[in-house]
């Protein structure tokens, strides 16, 4: 069965800082990632997917990840956050044939302070 | 419209009542998928649809959750006999033909049961 762990509940960063969120997974094959975004009371929002190919992924809003396959790994980042940033943030696994039926972890609750 | 809308944005139920929840996808989405998201969690698959087929509900945590798209465009999730533990929102997603692999989220339906 796929799982995903997010080990990290709840981050704060100062703004202008990195950030680093973590992201583990665990599925037969290699899998469909994504992270999405959400703000209270709005809906996710997709921040990027790796689906094949680069390792390196870049999405919207200056979001990277990194697909490492030996850690098991889909970790986001981004070099220097903003306050708007501040918000839950969700990995998804979701199998190949199936990747709409995602299986999200538990999210990571970012702050930004000034 | 623009986005996957939701209706109502809040719901409050007293314990023993039914709800209906809906869900209009984007126009011309194949696909549509109900999620659950209970507080503090990541969401939850429930139930998916490709048109007005309902090709997936080994989400659906008991048969008092039922869901519908009878002309393969809105669709209704209805709890009967809610009970406390439903409590959630509930979110609806949906996908184009061709796939694009986004999910577009909408805002979800908040439901409290009292």
């Known amino acids: 069965a796929q799982s995903v762990t997010q080990p990290d509940i709840h981050i704060t960063v100062s703004e202008g800082a990195s950030l680093e969120l973590r992201c583990n997974y665990s599925?037969?094959?290699?899998?469909?990632l994504f992270w999405y975004v959400q703000s209270p009371g709005q809906g996710l929002q997709l921040l990027l997917k790796?689906?094949?190919?680069?390792?390196l992924v870049q999405g919207i809003k200056g979001f990277e990840a990194e697909f490492k396959r030996s850690q098991s790994s889909f970790n986001l980042r981004k070099p220097s956050v903003h306050w708007s940033d501040a918000a839950e943030y969700f990995c998804?696994?979701?199998?190949?044939?199936?990747?709409?039926?995602?299986?999200f972890g538990a999210g990571t609750q970012v702050v930004v302070t000034p | 419209g623009a986005g996957v809308s939701q209706s109502p944005r809040y719901k409050v139920a007293k314990r023993g009542q039914d709800v209906a929840l809906r869900c209009d996808p984007i126009s011309g989405h194949v696909s549509l998928f109900w999620y659950q998201q209970a507080l503090g969690q990541g969401p939850e698959f429930l139930t998916y649809f490709q048109n007005e087929a309902q090709l997936d509900k080994s989400g659906l945590p008991s048969d008092r959750f039922f869901a519908e798209r009878p002309e393969g465009s809105v669709s209704t999730l209805k709890i009967q006999r809610t009970q406390q533990e439903d409590s959630a929102v509930y979110l609806c997603a949906s996908i184009p033909q061709g796939a694009g692999e986004k999910l577009f989220f909408g805002s979800g339906t908040q439901l409290s049961v009292l």
């Open positions: 599925y037969g094959a290699t899998p469909y």
């Open positions: 790796y689906f094949s190919g680069d390792t």
């Open positions: 998804a696994v979701g199998a190949t044939d199936s990747w709409g039926k995602l299986q």
